[in-house]
């Protein structure tokens, strides 16, 4: 059982890492199966979802899959599906070949209460209204771990070596690695090197995470996951897959709980934890005396579940419950932060932030990489969701892949069309910058790359005096806010180098309650 466990696990990665790396512009414009499916079989973020922003939605009828599932089987998807669930494992795997300093090692029984109240305050959360479950829920958290954090530094790697390999000009080595790029890029790689603010942070975290299993085999799993705590509690019964540990045979040996994924503690008999069980049968394929089986039974077989005292959960809430009012705080809340310009398709701001739960995908996936994840531009509570950033890339007239791969709706799925006519900002120029208003001199990059029907830039001819005191007429532009969409592209492509001379700002946005130009 434990080699079909680990086929399982290794065949999800793979399926998970395939769909990640189809989450980018392979030159159609509608994309396949974006990595969005594992999140669509999550109940963590279709409950919380719903309790946030009281919209059920018919992808969270996949989630129920998982739901029935668990309730038969027990956290199967923690032993068996997870993405992060199998990394975890990966990396347990080093830390267990070393020799265990104590029968116990590396089993914390009463840190296992940890993950319950982090449910529950993601829960009570999201009861009023703050969907905090995409910060830790382990699917949202791998795919903008990997999209945000690693998948940069993998791109900027691969490029530098094989850039290295060419510039060395050795026959056979040069075009070889020139080839090999020209084959990477857009199949694995992306097609320009990914750049994103708070990588470094983002990575980090991560990597905390998977450095954590070196504490205790699936650290993370085991004392942090909410997704882990929620499934552990739907498939408390789990009738199909329970744990018995038959005394006569039982030689006190350890070897269960050593290797146990999920602190279940299979030893001593009766101790077993249903909701700590992983399903991994590594239990029963190592006891040296066949004293454990995995068999279906209505009856318990075990009465290790932590007791998780009703006053502790009831201060969880409580926590959440004032938590609620104080991450929406910030300045923000009194007036939009001049920087936050979301993608087009996106519900307003509240209902967007009651649905974003930040897993990265849109930022992923952006043709241009100017979808990045947010700071204190939205307060805590819009941490990491996504905003443009015209400097760093625009938003593409015809593209509208942010929209496809939007797992909670938080971006509504818009045809080009619609997208088109969308407008999530508006351009102002700033005369003490730009060239011919600042400079005296012509200048129309930004007009030239304006992509609005009709062009959202026009230019007016202005009479001026050049340093001899000649008289000459320059074309001085203005932005026409009836035609404007906010695509960024003008500040983007703007010569001034720092600060361009043309700025946008989510002014006139479509989704916003008040509007300066309909
Ligand atoms: S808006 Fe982006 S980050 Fe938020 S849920 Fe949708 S795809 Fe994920
Ligand atoms: S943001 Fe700039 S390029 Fe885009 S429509 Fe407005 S003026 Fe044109």
């Not at 998970?16 to 999550?42: A, H, N, S, W």
């Not at 994103?196 to 085991?222: E, Y």
């Not at 979808?371 to 015209?390: C, D, I, K, R, S």
């Not at 006519?421 to 790359?449: Q, S, T, Y």
């Amino acid at each position: 059982m434990k080699n079909l466990r680990r086929g399982s696990q290794i065949i999800f990665l793979v399926f998970f890492l395939i769909l990640f790396v189809q989450t980018e512009y392979k030159g159609e414009d509608e994309l396949g199966m974006p990595v969005r499916l594992f999140l669509d079989f999550d109940p963590l973020i279709a409950l919380s979802s719903l309790l946030a922003s009281h919209a059920v939605r018919a992808v969270f009828l996949f989630s129920l899959v998982t739901v029935v599932l668990t309730v038969i089987l027990g956290r199967f998807f923690c032993g068996w599906v997870c993405p992060l669930g199998t990394l975890n494992t990966a990396v347990s795997f080093l830390r267990m070949r070393r020799k265990p300093k104590h029968p116990d090692d590396g089993n914390f029984p009463r840190l296992r209460k940890i993950k319950y109240f982090i449910l529950a305050f993601i829960l009570t959360g999201a009861l009023f209204g703050w969907n905090a479950a995409g910060f830790l829920d382990p699917i949202s958290l791998t795919i903008r771990s990997l999209a945000i954090g690693y998948n940069p530094a993998v791109n900027g790697l691969v490029r530098s070596i094989l850039d290295f390999a060419y510039m060395t000009n050795i026959p056979g080595i040069s075009p070889g690695a020139d080839t090999l790029l020209s084959f990477l890029t857009g199949t694995l790689l992306a097609f320009e090197q990914p750049v994103f603010r708070q990588m470094i942070t983002i990575a980090f975290l991560f990597s905390v995470i998977l450095g954590l299993n070196f504490l205790a085999p699936r650290f993370w799993c085991r004392y942090l996951c909410p997704l882990g705590a929620l499934l552990g509690v739907i498939g408390t019964k789990q009738m199909f897959a329970r744990v018995d540990v038959d005394k006569g045979k039982c030689v006190s040996c350890h070897t269960c709980n050593r290797t146990c994924q999920g602190d279940a503690t299979p030893f001593p008999p009766g101790s077993w934890a249903s909701r700590e069980c992983l399903v991994c049968f590594n239990c029963s394929d190592v006891c040296p005396v066949d004293a454990i089986s995995i068999h279906p039974t209505l009856q318990s077989t075990g009465d290790g579940n932590v007791d998780l005292q009703r006053r502790w959960l009831i201060t969880t809430a409580a926590a959440a419950a004032f938590s609620v009012p104080i991450v929406r705080l910030g300045e923000h809340n009194k007036r939009p932060h001049p920087d936050l310009i979301r993608p087009p398709g996106a519900i307003n701001e509240k209902k967007f932030l009651q649905r974003c739960v930040k897993c990265g995908e849109c930022m992923k996936v952006c043709l241009t990489n100017g979808l990045q994840p947010t700071l204190a531009q939205a307060g805590l509570e819009g941490l990491w969701t996504p905003m443009l950033v015209p400097r760093l890339g625009y938003c593409e007239y015809n593209c509208n892949l942010c929209s496809q791969v939007c797992p909670t709706g938080a971006i509504e799925k818009l045809t080009l069309e619609e997208k088109q006519a969308v407008r999530i900002g508006l351009a102002l120029f700033d005369k003490n910058r730009c060239i011919p208003w600042a400079m005296g001199r012509n200048c129309g990059v930004c007009e030239e790359h304006c992509p609005a029907p009709g062009k959202a830039i026009k230019f007016f001819d202005v009479e001026a005096v050049n340093k001899n005191g000649d008289p000459f007429i320059i074309k001085r532009p203005e932005v026409d806010p009836g035609l404007c969409i906010g695509c960024g592209i003008c500040e983007n492509k703007c010569p001034i180098i720092d600060i361009p001379g043309i700025r946008v700002t989510s002014v006139n946005e479509s989704r916003a309650e008040y509007m300066l130009y309909m």
